[in-house]
């Protein structure tokens, strides 16, 4: 045995290849460099690729004249407007298809949640099933059946289905009287602002009063009272300042009110029951996670069902609910995508489709595709992050 | 790990990633030993593949044309069925060699697209067609009607444009296949579906009920199809340009699957320079001198292919009209081989 | 008064109550009906509009696809109302009349025998290493994620020495392709899904942020996007004369997407593992390698199962979605039928989807009662 001590404070000698440091350095470098060349090596060829194809680059063509028409445009658009106002066409139809089945979807999605936790077991086992239903069958095959087997086979229409009150359904869509706003509209759009002010000042009065002397006063009914009452006054008083443009049966189509292409239709009936399904079980893993202590501590404070489901459930259980609803919001939005397949023109239908068609400049567009959905998720992780420092529970 | 990425580097070598360096299109072709042709998924007359997957069709027999040039031997093609929408960078990104898929020759796909065509082999028209039902007689009375057309054609543009020039309103409806436009009018979602009429008579024909259907008289448009290659390679142009040509030469001199055994054995000067019998045309384009003699046994002369898929024996009814020889009224002319 | 109070004022009972009758109570059904059914006047009312729907949609739904239906057909007249002179139900002699196509595609039909194998396998490689009492795990993950690959994709594709023909991916379709795809997607997601979880959880800022950018960015996109991306722009990425078969791009467009999902799914799985376990592997000297193949990967992957398993059927589901880029998968295989003019009527859809989404249902019920009593059994395992 040696009997050489071991100087104590030197650091043991490691060879520079083993010093995590170095080897970290060196690790990264590599993986820098071949993320690097492999965006060289796409960038490269595509750009000879390209030369040699004599394919056109870059966004010029943002400006150039469309010369094709879409069926659904919320703004003003025809053949002679420019690609850039087809991409804002496709944005905004993307944008309306979205908003409406997000409201819808969260609307069925809240009802079967809530049916599902019934203690009746007709109602939860028929709400367990539509989730189950729509948890295990594609999207596409959701929106194929609504739009090839549902409203296809609706009535042409010289044959229509009469719905009282000027509605017509056929098999081109769904024609609803489209309101005319008036000359003196403006009175009621600011009574309706009014009436919320004063909602809002009722709201506040009421809570403050409890506090000081706890009394309550109905703020709920009176602030409805005021919403609704206010704007009516007004709406007769400026002598009913709403047109109404009625759908007439023309020669091929039902003409005038408002056309809801059954792609809309489809898109919307098809994309709110399918993500409902996900909605309800976000919704029903919320108000389970609630331990049922909290429900019997303010049943014992004397709090009533409906005020412990306001005041005590809710407020927990949403910070449960929150963040996946809103991931369910965010994948809503981007299977509104699948409306290519149906004709719904949206923003990849109009994009992807007819533009990168017509101008052939498939990086260009499938980029500028890819980075508006990039940057709605973003926009919703942003919010979602907000949202959770807001909601976080503050703990000592 | 390793093995992994070694297992995946045969899966992709065999599933055809890697063929090698980037040669002439022709080499390419040469050396897998197949022709890929990007086709119509389903244009009676023109692409079509049946229940077993064999395609008939004019634009068909074009590719088994070039197909017999290269290989002597027609069946050497394997067909991708494109639709409109994808048919372009299929194309271009090298997909297929060449397409021949009823595309219109326009400008801008020239100047843009990176795609070039090799010649006209069918002069066509744009039209509508419409429920009998309906009662209407010309495209004048379609004012407000629902039309559908297939995305990503001169079609959509030519709808806009005939409609703003009349000063007519429509409502289009677009869709990404022409199977799924045709099925949207067939159900009754739009009162008229429009496209080429040659598509027109065919796709009449795939509708449930053909006599509840009309084509109206109106031509809106020039469309001139035919096939199309990738820009930047002129030898692969140059073959598929000529191969049109000779279809068209054989027919101009009586040249036909019948008797080109026979003709082989003039002593015309045009028909030994054709038949190869004569100088080294063949060569100059990277085949066997013989080449036209392949294509002419294989698939015969443009006259026979016209009556054989789409002429007025069969289904389709349709008239040489503009797609007749030059000297017989039509619009149909080739330079000559020398 | 029997009771009374006593001096030190508390409550006493100074005698025994007498015996009592028991409470009414209602055993059996009766009780359960009325606790689960009619508790409320709401309630109740509920009950009966529910029954009532369901008695009023059942019976028509199932004459429509057990009793009146058309069981063989040739073409929709077969199937149509009118011609036949009585109502008819559900067509599914449509199903029965291309039940070849929607499973085979346009696979030749004499190596058809391929295909059966090639599902055969899979099922064995699934149940091997899915079933928790299942014998040599280790050689089935070996089975499935690197020799039924392999032997799969030459079986399918054919090897021409070995004495199977060529069959072209083009002829590849309906349900073999919906397998195909989302097989690749969870054979290939698994293992780069795996290195971009430890890549961004790795104390290296560059690898870190490559991998974050990666599964943000594909997260952050629809799959049709990413898929109009392997379409169009991969064959411009790579040297011209490389020519990705249509299928291949489309196979790596899905399983880049399902490894970024598959990240998140294991990252989870990763932050569940306590210090402790990191701390303990690091003390025993092992390496990093070592230590996450060997300690870390084994527990959070076990811990995740259930979410790969949601993961998978995700995907399976979006396999759908191939069709908008030109691949002829199971439901792109029924459409394609019911646009074929022999077939397309009115009625016929709605036998298609309900046929449809019947497959769809069994595969992906199927997978979900699994991922739930996985679930169950791992937090029974997780008790001491």
């Given at each position: 045995m ?5 100087p ?6 490691v060879v520079f ?9 060196f ?6 460099a ?5 965006f060289?090596?796409a ?18 063509f ?7 028409d ?10 002679a407007s420019?690609?850039g106002?087809a991409?804002?066409v496709?944005?905004?139809?993307t ?18 949640g ?11 086992r ?7 239903l ?10 194929y059946f ?7 086979s609706l009535p042409?229409p ?11 359904l ?6 609803v ?6 000359d003196?509209?403006w ?6 602002v009014l009436a919320?002010g004063?909602?809002v000042?009722?709201t506040r009065?009421?809570r403050r009063r409890?506090?000081?002397t ?16 206010l ?10 300042p709403?047109?109404l443009d009625?759908?007439?049966k023309?020669?091929?189509n039902?003409n005038?009110g408002?056309?809801?292409a059954?792609?809309l239709?489809?898109?919307?009936v098809?994309l ?9 079980e976000a919704?029903?893993?919320?108000v ?14 004397g709090?009533?069902?409906?005020q412990t489901?306001?005041?005590?459930i809710?407020?927990q259980?949403?910070?449960v609910?929150v ?6 919001f965010?994948s809503?939005?981007k299977?509104?995508?699948l409306?290519v ?8 239908n109009?994009?992807?489709g007819?533009?990168?068609n ?8 499938v ?7 990039l ?12 949202f ?5 529970l503050?703990?000592? | 790990?390793?093995?992994i990425?070694a297992?995946?580097?045969v899966?992709?070598?065999?599933f055809g990633l ?16 197949q ?7 389903g244009?009676a ?25 290269i290989?002597?031997?027609?069946t050497?093609?394997?067909?991708v ?12 990104s ?11 020759w326009t400008?801008?796909r020239e ?15 744009q039209?509508f067609?419409v ?7 010309s ?10 057309v297939q995305?990503?054609?001169?079609t959509?543009?030519n ?12 409502q289009v409806?677009?869709f990404?296949t022409?199977?799924?436009?045709l ?8 009162d008229?579906y429009?496209t080429?009429?040659s ?5 009449r024909?795939?509708m449930?009920k053909?006599?509840d ?5 109106e031509?809106?448009s020039?469309e001139p199809?035919?096939?199309l ?16 040509f000779a279809?068209l030469?054989?027919?101009?001199d009586?040249i036909t699957?019948?008797n080109?055994?026979?003709k ?8 030994k ?7 080294k045309?063949g ?6 001198n ?8 294989a698939?015969?002369?443009y ?6 898929n789409?002429?007025p024996?069969t289904p389709?009814?349709?008239a040489?009209?503009?797609n ?8 149909q ?6 | 008064?029997t ?5 030190s004022?508390?409550?006493v ?15 059996g059904?009766?009780l ?6 009619f508790?409320?006047l709401l309630?109740?009312v509920?009950?009966?509009?529910f029954v009532a729907?369901?008695?009023w949609?059942l019976?028509g ?6 009793i009146?239906?058309v069981w063989?057909a040739?073409?929709?007249k077969?199937?149509s ?8 139900g ?6 029965n009349a ?13 190596e ?11 099922a064995l ?7 928790p009492?299942a014998?040599?795990k280790?050689?089935?993950l ?8 392999i032997a799969g994709?030459?079986?399918?594709s054919?090897?021409t ?8 991916t083009?002829?590849?379709?309906g349900?073999?392709v919906?397998?195909?795809?989302s097989?690749v997607?969870?054979?290939?997601s698994?293992p ?6 430890l890549?961004r ?7 870190r ?16 996007t990413?898929?109009?991306m392997?379409?169009v722009?991969f ?7 490389w020519r990705?078969d249509s299928?291949l791009r489309?196979?790596?467009g ?5 490894a970024a ?18 701390e ?5 000297g092992?390496g ?8 870390i990967?084994p527990?959070?992957?076990k811990?995740v199962?259930?979410n790969?398993?949601n ?9 759908t ?5 030109g691949?002829?998968d ?13 077939w397309?009527s009115?009625e ?12 769809y249902f ?6 979900a009662r699994y ?5 169950r059994?791992?937090q ?5």
């Open positions: 040696s009997t050489q001590a071991i104590r404070h030197e650091s043991p000698k290849y083993n010093d995590p440091k170095i080897r970290s350095l690790f990264q470098f590599i993986l820098l071949a993320v690097i060349a492999l060289w090596f960038y490269d060829n595509t750009l000879a690729n390209l030369k040699k194809r004599n394919i056109a680059q870059g966004f010029g943002w400006n150039v004249e469309a010369g094709f879409i069926s659904q445009t919320l703004i003003s658009y025809s053949a420019t690609y106002r991409f804002l496709g944005l905004l139809n944008l309306l298809v979205s908003g409406l089945s997000i409201f819808f979807a969260t609307v069925i999605g809240v009802i079967i809530v049916l599902r936790l019934s203690k009746n077991w007709v109602v939860s028929l709400a367990g099933f539509y989730i189950e729509f948890r295990n069958i594609p999207l596409l095959l959701v929106l609504w739009y090839g087997a549902v409203l296809s042409e010289r044959d229509s289905i009469a719905i009282p009150g000027d509605i017509w056929n098999s081109r869509g769904l024609l009287p489209r309101p005319v706003i008036l003196q509209f009175l009621v759009g600011w009574s309706i919320l004063v909602a000042a009722i009065y009421a409890q506090a000081e706890g009394r309550r006063l109905p703020a709920g009914w009176l602030s409805t009272l005021v919403m609704i009452g704007p009516l006054i007004v709406y007769f008083a400026a002598g009913q709403l047109g009625l759908p007439v023309g020669r091929f039902i005038g408002l056309n809801l059954p792609e239709v489809a898109m919307v098809g709110s029951t399918y993500t409902a399904a996900f909605i309800a919704v029903r893993a919320g389970v996670a609630v331990s049922k202590g909290q429900t019997e501590a303010a049943h014992s404070l709090l009533t069902d409906g489901l306001r005041l005590v809710m407020p259980a949403l910070r609910i963040p996946p609803l809103n991931s369910e965010l809503l939005t299977n509104s995508s409306g397949s149906i004709g719904y023109p949206d923003l990849v109009v994009f992807t007819t533009v990168l017509q101008t052939g400049q498939a990086v260009e567009m980029s500028v595709t890819m980075l508006v959905y940057s709605f998720s973003l926009l919703t992780s942003a919010f979602m992050n907000w959770n420092t807001r909601v976080a503050v703990e000592r | 790990m390793k093995k990425i297992a995946a580097v899966a992709a070598a065999s890697v063929t090698g360096a980037s040669a002439g299109t022709l080499d390419n072709v040469k050396a897998k030993g022709l890929v042709c990007g086709a119509n998924p244009t007359g023109f692409g079509v593949p049946d229940e077993k997957g064999n395609w008939t069709g004019l634009d068909v027999e074009y590719c088994r044309a070039i197909a017999a040039a290989f002597n031997d027609p050497k093609v394997k067909f069925p494109l639709s409109s929408k994808d048919r372009f960078t299929a194309l271009a090298g997909e297929v060699d060449v397409l021949v898929r009823n595309s219109t400008m801008s100047t843009t697209l990176g795609v070039i065509w090799a010649g006209i082999n069918f002069y066509d028209g039209g067609m429920n009998k039902k309906l009662g209407v007689k495209a004048s009375e379609l004012d407000g009607a629902s039309i559908c995305q990503g054609t001169t959509e543009l709808l806009a444009d005939y409609f703003r020039s009349t000063g007519k309103k429509y409806v677009t990404g022409s199977e799924e436009a099925k949207a009018y067939d159900t009754g979602r739009c008229a429009t080429d009429r598509g027109l008579a065919a796709d024909l795939s449930a053909p006599d259907n009309v084509i109206l008289p031509v809106i020039k199809l035919g096939p290659v990738r820009q930047g390679d002129d030898q692969w142009l140059n073959l598929v340009k000529w191969v049109h279809l030469i054989a027919e101009e009586g699957q019948a080109v055994d026979e082989v054995k003039s002593d015309d000067p045009e028909i320079r054709i038949l190869g019998t004569d100088g045309f060569e100059s384009l990277g085949l066997s013989a080449w036209v003699v392949q294509i002419v046994k698939v015969g002369n006259g026979e292919m016209f009556e054989r789409v002429g024996k389709l009814q349709l040489r009209a503009s007749a020889l030059w000297n017989k009224g039509g619009l002319y080739a330079p000559p081989i020398r | 008064m009771d009374a109070i006593s001096p004022g508390a409550f009972r100074s005698t025994v109550i007498g015996e009592q009758r028991p409470p009414h109570r209602v055993s059904p009766v359960w009906i009325r606790e689960n059914l508790s409320s309630n109740s509920l009950t009966l509009v729907s369901v008695l949609v019976p739904l199932i004459r429509f696809m057990f009146t239906p063989v040739e073409s929709s077969d199937c109302a009118d011609l036949l002179k009585h109502p008819v559900a067509c599914w002699g449509f199903v291309h039940l070849g196509y929607l499973f085979y595609g346009q696979y030749p039909a004499v058809r025998w391929r295909v059966d194998i090639f599902y055969a396998l899979e490689g699934l149940i091997w290493i899915l079933a009492k014998p040599f280790p050689a089935g070996v089975f499935f994620f690197l020799i039924f690959p994709f030459i079986l399918l054919g090897m020495s070995i004495g199977l023909a060529t069959v072209q083009h002829y590849w379709g349900f073999l919906t397998i195909v795809i097989t997607g969870i054979v290939a698994l780069i899904g795996v290195l971009l979880a890549g959880r790795s104390k290296m800022p560059i690898s942020l490559v991998c974050v950018i990666m599964i943000e960015f594909v997260r952050g996109v629809p799959l049709i990413v898929l109009f392997a379409n722009m064959p411009l990425f790579v040297p011209e004369g990705p299928l489309v196979l790596v899905v399983g880049f997407f399902s999902y598959m990240a998140e799914a294991v990252r989870g799985g990763l932050q569940a593992i306590p210090r402790g376990q990191y303990a592997a690091q003390a025993l092992l990093y390698w070592q230590m996450m193949i060997k300690i990967l527990q959070a992957l811990i199962i259930p790969i398993v993961n998978f059927i995700g995907l399976f589901k979006d396999t979605l191939v069709a908008i880029v691949i002829f199971f439901l792109r295989t029924i459409q394609a039928s019911l646009s074929d003019p022999n397309r009115a016929m859809p709605l036998a298609a989807y309900l046929f449809a989404a019947f497959i069994i595969f992906c019920y199927g997978m991922s739930l009593s996985m679930e059994r791992l029974t395992g997780n008790r001491h």
